[in-house]
C-alpha cells in the first residue's frame, strides 16, 4: 500500500504571487475598495477568497462572492498564467513518485489547479488533484483535504503547505504535517500551529517526507 504525499500549490509547488495579487488588485479596483499594502495582500494567498475579502474589508457572503466572480474575470485568462514552479520541486516529485501516491490539496478551486499542473508539466507526477468546488462549498483546507483522502482510500498520509491552514487542515483530519518555509508563511506561524515537521528549503522536502512515514 503506497502512502500518500499531499501538497498544497499556491507558495509550496508555484511561486502564484504576481498572478494573485494581480488578480486581487484587478478585483479590488472594480469593486471601489483600497488597494493595501504589499504584505496586506499577501493575505489572499493560501485561504479562501471570501474569507480573506469578509476579513479585510467587512464584506457580507453575497457581497464577497460577487467579488470573487470579479476576481475570476483576470485570473481565468492572464493571472493563472503569472507562476512558476520553485526551483528543484519537479526533481523532488521525480524522486517521491515511484513511491508515494502524489496529489494536490488546493483551496483554489480544483479546475484551475488542474490547468496549472497541466501547464507546468507536472501532471504526470500526480494521481489525483482535489480543490474547491466552484460553489464555495468545499473551499478550507480542512475540507479539502478530508475530501482527497476518501477519494484515494489510502492512509497514512502527510500534507505539506506553507500557511497555517494547511497544517490546522492535516490535524483536523489526523495526518502529518510539513511546513515550508520558502512560499508565503513564516516559522513562527508553523510553530503556532503545531506542524510536525519544518522545513526551510526546497531540498529539505524528500528527506522531510520519507521521515513522516
Same mark, same amino acid.
Given at each position: 500500500?503506497?502512502?500518500?504525499?499531499?501538497?498544497?500549490?499556491?507558495?509550496?509547488?508555484?511561486?502564484?504571487?504576481?498572478?494573485?495579487?494581480?488578480?486581487?488588485?484587478?478585483?479590488?479596483?472594480?469593486?471601489?475598495?483600497?488597494?493595501?499594502?504589499?504584505?496586506?495582500?499577501?493575505?489572499?494567498?493560501?485561504?479562501?477568497?471570501?474569507?480573506?475579502?469578509?476579513?479585510?474589508?467587512?464584506?457580507?457572503?453575497?457581497?464577497?462572492?460577487?467579488?470573487?466572480?470579479?476576481?475570476?474575470?483576470?485570473? !481565468?485568462?492572464?493571472?493563472? $498564467?503569472?507562476?512558476?514552479?520553485? /526551483?528543484? %520541486?519537479?526533481?523532488? #516529485? &521525480?524522486? =517521491?513518485?515511484?513511491?508515494?501516491?502524489?496529489?494536490?490539496?488546493?483551496?483554489?478551486?480544483?479546475?484551475?489547479?488542474?490547468?496549472?499542473?497541466?501547464?507546468?508539466?507536472?501532471?504526470?507526477?500526480?494521481?489525483?488533484?482535489?480543490? !474547491?468546488?466552484?460553489?464555495? $462549498?468545499?473551499?478550507?483546507?480542512? /475540507?479539502? %483535504?478530508?475530501?482527497? #483522502? &476518501?477519494? =484515494?482510500?489510502?492512509?497514512?498520509?502527510?500534507?505539506?503547505?506553507?500557511?497555517?491552514?494547511?497544517?490546522?487542515?492535516?490535524?483536523?483530519?489526523?495526518?502529518?504535517?510539513?511546513?515550508?518555509?520558502?512560499?508565503?508563511?513564516?516559522?513562527?506561524?508553523?510553530?503556532?500551529?503545531?506542524?510536525?515537521?519544518?522545513?526551510?528549503?526546497?531540498?529539505? #522536502?524528500?528527506?522531510?517526507?520519507?521521515?513522516?512515514?
Amino acid at each position: 500500500m503506497k502512502k500518500i504525499v499531499l501538497f498544497d500549490l499556491d507558495g509550496t509547488l508555484t511561486d502564484s504571487s504576481e498572478g494573485i495579487i494581480n488578480s486581487v488588485c484587478y478585483m479590488l479596483k472594480k469593486k471601489d475598495l483600497a488597494i493595501p499594502d504589499e504584505a496586506t495582500l499577501h493575505n489572499f494567498i493560501g485561504p479562501p477568497l471570501t474569507d480573506t475579502l469578509k476579513q479585510l474589508y467587512d464584506l457580507n457572503e453575497a457581497e464577497a462572492d460577487k467579488a470573487v466572480q470579479i476576481y475570476r474575470e483576470y485570473y !481565468a485568462e492572464q493571472g493563472i $498564467k503569472q507562476l512558476s514552479v520553485y /526551483d528543484g %520541486i519537479e526533481e523532488v #516529485l &521525480a524522486s =517521491l513518485a515511484p513511491d508515494y501516491y502524489l496529489a494536490i490539496a488546493t483551496s483554489k478551486p480544483e479546475f484551475y489547479a488542474e490547468q496549472i499542473i497541466e501547464n507546468t508539466g507536472l501532471s504526470k507526477y500526480f494521481s489525483g488533484i482535489f480543490g !474547491a468546488d466552484l460553489t464555495g $462549498k468545499r473551499s478550507n483546507k480542512t /475540507d479539502v %483535504i478530508a475530501y482527497a #483522502l &476518501a477519494q =484515494l482510500e489510502e492512509t497514512p498520509a502527510v500534507m505539506i503547505g506553507d500557511r497555517k491552514f494547511d497544517i490546522i487542515g492535516a490535524k483536523a483530519n489526523q495526518i502529518k504535517s510539513i511546513g515550508v518555509l520558502y512560499g508565503f508563511g513564516e516559522r513562527n506561524e508553523m510553530i503556532e500551529a503545531q506542524a510536525d515537521q519544518i522545513v526551510a528549503t526546497v531540498d529539505e #522536502l524528500s528527506a522531510a517526507i520519507r521521515q513522516s512515514f
